[in-house]
Nanobody, 115 residues
Framework: QVQLVESGGGLVQPGGSLRVSCAAS????????MNWVRRTPGKGRELVAA???????SYVDSVKGRFTISRDNAKNTVYLQMNSLKPEDTAVYYC?????????WGKGTLVTVSS
C-alpha cells in the first residue's frame, strides 16, 4: 500500500529556514517522480519542486535559489529544504508521487511564515 507522510511544518519567521520531509512506504521513491505542491486559499495549488528518478530537480520560479528538493534513498524519504522564507510561502505543503500516471498524495504539513 502506497503511503506518503509529510512532517516538519511549523511556524517560522521571515528569512528563516525549515525542512519538510516526506516519508514514503509501499514503493521505492527513488524510482519515480516525487513532487512537492503547496496549497493556499488565495493561490490554490502550486507545484513547487519535483525530482526525477534520475535525480534532476526542477522548481517554480518563485522558489528558485531558496528551496532545495532532495532524496535519502536509504530512508525512502524526500525532503524540501526551504531557506529565506517569505510570508507568501505560507501554505500547506503536500508530497505526491507520480507512479505510472497515478498520483498518490500525503495529507500535508502546514508551514506558516510570520513574525
Amino acid at each position: 500500500q502506497v503511503q506518503l507522510v509529510e512532517s516538519g511544518g511549523g511556524l517560522v519567521q521571515p528569512g528563516g529556514s525549515l525542512r519538510v520531509s516526506c516519508a514514503a512506504s509501499g514503493f521505492t521513491a527513488s524510482n519515480y517522480y516525487m513532487n512537492w505542491v503547496r496549497r493556499t486559499p488565495g493561490k490554490g495549488r502550486e507545484l513547487v519542486a519535483a525530482i526525477r528518478s534520475g535525480g534532476s530537480p526542477s522548481y517554480v520560479d518563485s522558489v528558485k535559489g531558496r528551496f532545495t528538493i532532495s532524496r535519502d534513498n536509504a530512508k525512502n524519504t524526500v525532503y524540501l529544504q526551504m531557506n529565506s522564507l517569505k510570508p507568501e510561502d505560507t501554505a500547506v505543503y503536500y508530497c505526491y508521487a507520480d507512479i505510472y500516471g497515478m498520483d498518490f498524495w500525503g495529507k500535508g504539513t502546514l508551514v506558516t511564515v510570520s513574525s
